[in-house]
C-alpha cells in the first residue's frame, strides 16, 4: 500500500531551483509532522525538512537558506521548494512522516535530484 508518493525531481544545472511534491492520505497528513529526507549515493539517508500540523518548520543544516519546505492542507501534499542547487544535492528525496527526526512510514519510492557542474 503506497502511503506517500513523491514527484517533482529532474536534472537542473547548479544555482537552478525545483519543486518536490509529496501526496499522502488524510489520516497521515493531519496527524503527522512531515518531512523530507534524501538519500546521498554512499551517504545514510538524512532529513532535509520537516513542518508540523501547525506549520512550524525545521531544517537540516544543508537546507537552511536554500530548500523551503510548506503545505496545502486541501490537497494533503507537502512541498519541498530546492533553490540555489549545488552538484552536492543530487540525491533521492523521500517524504516521510517525522517524528523526533525518524521516520514512521514505509519508504515510498522517491524522486531524484540531479543537479549538473
Known amino acids: 500500500q503506497v502511503q506517500v508518493k513523491e514527484s517533482g525531481g529532474g536534472l537542473v544545472q547548479a544555482g537552478g531551483s525545483l519543486r518536490l511534491s509529496c501526496v499522502t492520505s488524510l489520516p497521515i497528513f493531519s496527524r503527522s509532522t512531515m518531512g523530507w529526507y534524501r538519500q546521498i549515493p554512499g551517504k545514510q539517508r538524512e532529513s532535509v525538512a520537516a513542518i508540523t500540523t501547525d506549520g512550524r518548520t525545521t531544517y537540516g543544516d544543508s537546507a537552511k537558506g536554500r530548500f523551503t519546505i510548506s503545505k496545502d492542507d486541501a490537497k494533503y501534499t507537502v512541498y519541498l521548494q530546492l533553490n540555489n542547487l549545488k552538484p552536492e544535492d543530487t540525491a533521492v528525496y523521500y517524504c516521510?512522516?517525522?517524528?523526533?527526526?525518524?521516520?514512521?512510514?514505509?519508504w515510498g519510492q522517491g524522486t531524484q535530484v540531479t543537479v549538473s557542474s
Open positions: 516521510n512522516t517525522n517524528y523526533r527526526g525518524l521516520p514512521g512510514l514505509r
